[in-house]
């Protein structure tokens, strides 16, 4: 009885691996993407939440050091020496929290002093971009010129942190203090595009040590400018990400 032959020709496997081939190219890019995006997303939310949990540490521990047994529930009620930091020059142990915070908070907060030279503190911010390749605005570069900076010690992120004073309403009684803003770069200045919507996160830190994404409007007005398409600013992606439960879905 003759045998069937039932291999395939030299063609044949040369053509099928051209398949594979031209598949793999088109396919493997997005896929990528997807993994990078959703890593992003994971590393945002970690870092969030362990800056949030910092700032509640040390308003716990500035109430168990309260010599007048009163409670204390906001950061600019807790003077520097209500907690336990590491000395830094200028900071008074008299000086409120919420003035010195990007000097002495990160004790709390899981996080090191980042050791940079001049020049590289000077090219982080004049490197930072917007999602879509531009600049940012001179008042983005200059905050990201003053900001403290920081390594987390068990991510890859870096978290750049300005003490400041925003109110969000005229009236006094009726608003929560931003007391510093914060930049978090989920994979470190050196490691990453540096772009805002990309892999640098704008957030403040209200009076209360919870973490607000910029953009995050009454009207929604990120939904349109951290848009699927036509991104005009990357830094409202912070509250998009946040939004879509810390996914990043525009493209």
């Not at 142990?93 to 980042?114: A, C, H, I, N, R």
């Not at 007005?221 to 525009?250: F, H, L, M, N, P």
Request: aromatic share 8%.
């Amino acid at each position: 009885m003759k045998k069937l032959n039932t291999g395939f020709t030299l063609m044949e496997v040369l053509m099928a691996l051209a398949i594979v081939g031209i598949v793999a190219a088109v396919v493997a890019p997005r896929l990528v993407n997807n993994l990078h995006e959703s890593y992003t997303g994971a590393v945002l939310a970690k870092v969030v939440r362990q800056l949030e949990n910092g700032c509640q540490k040390i308003i716990s521990e500035a109430n168990a050091n309260s010599a007048d047994g009163s409670t204390i529930e906001t950061l600019d009620a807790i003077k520097v020496g209500d907690i336990t930091h590491i000395d830094v020059d200028g900071v008074s142990d008299s000086d409120s929290l919420d003035e010195k915070l990007s000097q002495v908070g990160y004790t709390f907060m899981d996080l090191e002093p980042l050791d940079l030279t001049a020049a590289e503190n000077n090219s982080i911010h004049l490197n930072a971009h917007q999602y879509d390749g531009t600049k940012v605005n001179v008042p983005d570069m200059l905050f990201l010129a003053l900001t403290k900076k920081f390594k987390c010690k068990k991510l890859p992120a870096e978290v750049y942190m300005l003490s400041t004073y925003i109110n969000n309403s005229d009236d006094e009684s009726d608003y929560e203090k931003n007391v510093s803003y914060v930049f978090i770069d989920t994979d470190g200045y050196q490691n990453g595009s540096n772009a805002f919507g990309k892999d640098i996160f704008f957030f403040n830190i209200t009076n209360s040590g919870k973490l607000v994404p910029y953009g995050s409007t009454e009207d929604d007005s990120y939904k349109e400018k951290c848009a699927d398409s036509g991104i005009t600013d990357g830094k409202t992606c912070t509250a998009r990400v946040v939004a879509d439960g810390w996914k990043i879905t525009y493209r």
